[in-house]
């Protein structure tokens, strides 16, 4: 189940009424939005769009029938059980990360960033820059693990001819297991403009 | 090694402590009369003695106890209460001009010198790009051969001859070359993290940090990976002349600048 999914499905669950609307689900063998909106004390919107959407996830089927020739949907129950299963690894790109490591990057000039070193160590802390301008202007403060402050350790000086990340990663002696964690702190370094790519 | 000098000339600091000497003796002596002038002319060599001493217990540098001993002299001399005869006025003047001519040979030998602007000028001897490109982080200058009791001595030679101010942490030494050396000798400075300074930690690897304020004491904005290297490629090379023992030659080297 993909993580977009596994969310939409958690929203819906999670409302209040849900609950005492699939214990109506079972007990009924079909339900229109009106009939489950005036049992619950909803309003019939609210009952329609939750039908709706568990309809969007297939746990219900909908049928249109006709009443004094006026249609509506009714509903009934097609799962009995729901499992919401998200594959956490399967989040990370791996093949988006063998393609990071051959960027190669350095510290951008005058990117206005100040590295605070982590006390008696050169290993890098937290990196503080400035965003918007003016008025506007606000300081944010990325805090770091100790792999990716060794790695900005090694990171090349502006004035540096560029190297690749993967390059950085074995002067830093990272492990391979930390390389995603590194991997993410270039990102949020790319987006701030505090490192550049060529 | 006559080459032109890399640093900016402008030594502004002393200029004004001189003049701010001048100003308050001159303000002693009209507003106050004699006794209070050379209460004030006194209090002065007796602060640079306190100095001196103390600075003669951290470095254990006997150069700075003849510049102790000549202000305590000048102190005795002039002091206003002390109302010595004159006999012994004499012997206090005689001793304090031998202590004057050992003050100017210690002084001309560069004994108890700071070494902070040869250091800069050394490292930015190679350095022939300008192109800026500062930043705070810390410079990793490659590894070299130490044992960890190799370089606590040497540690112990750079403060003893005023070239580096050492910290000796956990894992590693700071070896800080600060524009003044007194803050860190009289305790004034604990935090060397806003000076330009050389790590060996105690596997080997030495990293640079050069302080901004440092950079821009340079005429031009040498590119400052460029820098940092040779920096530490410098006090790589001290390293290795100490465990020569050619430690003559590190001060040599200084001395040529």
Same mark, same amino acid.
């Given at each position: 189940? &993909?993580?977009?999914?596994?969310?939409?499905?958690?929203?819906?669950?999670?409302?209040?009424?849900?609950?005492?609307?699939?214990?109506?689900?079972?007990?009924?063998?079909? %339900?229109?939005?009106?009939?489950?909106?005036?049992?619950?004390?909803?309003?019939?919107?609210?009952?329609? &769009?939750?039908?709706?959407?568990?309809?969007?996830?297939? *746990?219900?089927?909908?049928?249109?029938?006709?009443?004094?020739?006026?249609?509506?949907?009714?509903?009934?129950?097609?799962?009995?059980?729901?499992?919401?299963?998200?594959?956490?690894?399967?989040?990370?790109?791996?093949?988006?990360?063998? &393609?990071?490591?051959?960027?190669?990057?350095?510290?951008?000039?005058?990117?206005?960033? *100040?590295?605070?070193?982590?006390?008696?160590?050169?290993?890098?802390?937290?990196?503080?820059?400035?965003?918007?301008?003016?008025?506007?202007?606000?300081?944010?403060?990325?805090?770091?693990?100790?792999?990716?402050?060794?790695?900005?350790?090694?990171?090349?000086?502006?004035?540096?001819?560029?190297?690749?990340?993967?390059?950085?990663?074995?002067?830093?002696?990272?492990? &391979?297991?930390?390389?995603?964690?590194?991997?993410?702190?270039?990102?949020?370094?790319?987006?701030?403009? %505090?490192?550049?790519?060529? | 090694?006559? #080459?032109?000098?890399?640093?900016?000339?402008?030594?502004?600091?002393?200029?004004?402590?001189?003049?701010?000497?001048?100003?308050?003796?001159?303000?002693?002596?009209?507003?106050?009369?004699?006794?209070?002038?050379? =209460?004030?002319?006194?209090?002065?060599?007796?602060?640079?003695?306190? =100095?001196?001493?103390?600075?003669?217990?951290?470095?254990?540098?006997?150069?700075?106890?003849?510049?102790?001993?000549?202000?305590?002299?000048?102190?005795?001399?002039?002091?206003?209460?002390?109302?010595?005869? /004159?006999?012994?006025?004499?012997?206090?003047?005689?001793?304090?001009?031998?202590?004057?001519?050992?003050?100017?040979?210690?002084?001309?030998? #560069?004994?108890?010198?700071?070494?902070?602007?040869?250091?800069?000028?050394?490292?930015?001897?190679?350095?022939?790009?300008?192109?800026?490109?500062?930043?705070?982080?810390?410079?990793?200058?490659?590894?070299? /051969?130490?044992?960890?009791?190799?370089?606590?001595?040497?540690?112990?030679?750079?403060?003893?001859?005023?070239?580096?101010?050492?910290?000796?942490?956990?894992?590693?030494?700071?070896?800080?070359?600060?524009?003044?050396?007194?803050?860190?000798?009289?305790?004034?400075?604990?935090?060397?993290?806003?000076?330009?300074?050389? =790590?060996?930690?105690?596997?080997?690897?030495?990293?640079?940090?050069?302080?901004?304020?440092?950079?821009?004491?340079? #005429?031009?904005?040498? =590119?400052?990976? /460029?820098?940092?290297?040779?920096?530490?490629?410098?006090?790589?090379?001290?390293?290795?002349?100490? /465990? #020569?023992?050619?430690?003559?030659?590190?001060?040599?080297?200084?001395?040529?600048?």
């Amino acid at each position: 189940m &993909d993580f977009k999914t596994a969310s939409q499905l958690g929203s819906i669950i999670s409302k209040d009424y849900a609950e005492d609307f699939f214990k109506l689900l079972v007990i009924y063998q079909d %339900i229109s939005a009106s009939e489950a909106a005036s049992r619950l004390n909803l309003h019939i919107s609210t009952a329609q &769009d939750f039908l709706e959407g568990l309809n969007s996830q297939d *746990i219900v089927s909908k049928k249109e029938v006709l009443e004094k020739k006026r249609p509506y949907f009714r509903y009934s129950l097609k799962k009995k059980t729901l499992t919401i299963t998200i594959d956490f690894v399967a989040l990370y790109n791996k093949q988006d990360h063998q &393609d990071r490591l051959k960027w190669k990057i350095r510290e951008k000039k005058n990117s206005g960033a *100040i590295f605070k070193k982590f006390r008696k160590s050169d290993y890098i802390s937290a990196v503080h820059f400035f965003t918007g301008k003016g008025r506007t202007r606000i300081e944010k403060k990325i805090n770091l693990t100790r792999n990716q402050g060794n790695f900005l350790l090694y990171l090349p000086f502006p004035t540096e001819p560029f190297l690749s990340v993967a390059e950085i990663i074995k002067k830093a002696k990272i492990e &391979d297991s930390n390389i995603p964690e590194v991997l993410d702190i270039i990102d949020a370094l790319l987006n701030h403009k %505090i490192i550049e790519k060529r | 090694m006559e #080459k032109p000098g890399k640093l900016k000339t402008s030594n502004w600091g002393i200029v004004f402590f001189t003049l701010l000497i001048v100003v308050i003796l001159t303000c002693s002596a009209i507003f106050f009369g004699k006794t209070v002038f050379y =209460t004030v002319l006194c209090f002065m060599p007796l602060l640079a003695a306190i =100095t001196h001493f103390i600075s003669f217990l951290r470095t254990k540098n006997w150069g700075h106890l003849i510049l102790m001993l000549f202000y305590v002299f000048i102190v005795l001399l002039f002091f206003p209460t002390l109302a010595f005869n /004159q006999q012994t006025r004499i012997i206090l003047a005689a001793c304090a001009l031998i202590l004057f001519i050992g003050e100017i040979i210690v002084l001309s030998s #560069k004994r108890i010198n700071w070494r902070y602007r040869e250091i800069l000028e050394l490292a930015a001897y190679p350095v022939e790009e300008s192109t800026d490109g500062f930043t705070p982080r810390a410079f990793p200058a490659g590894e070299a /051969q130490y044992t960890k009791e190799e370089i606590i001595g040497f540690t112990k030679f750079m403060i003893k001859h005023v070239i580096a101010y050492p910290f000796v942490e956990e894992n590693r030494v700071v070896l800080v070359v600060p524009e003044n050396m007194f803050v860190y000798m009289l305790f004034l400075k604990h935090s060397y993290k806003k000076d330009t300074y050389i =790590t060996f930690d105690f596997k080997g690897n030495v990293s640079v940090t050069i302080a901004k304020k440092d950079y821009q004491k340079y #005429k031009e904005e040498f =590119t400052f990976d /460029q820098l940092c290297a040779s920096l530490g490629n410098l006090f790589i090379e001290f390293l290795e002349l100490y /465990q #020569k023992d050619k430690s003559r030659e590190i001060i040599d080297k200084l001395n040529a600048i």
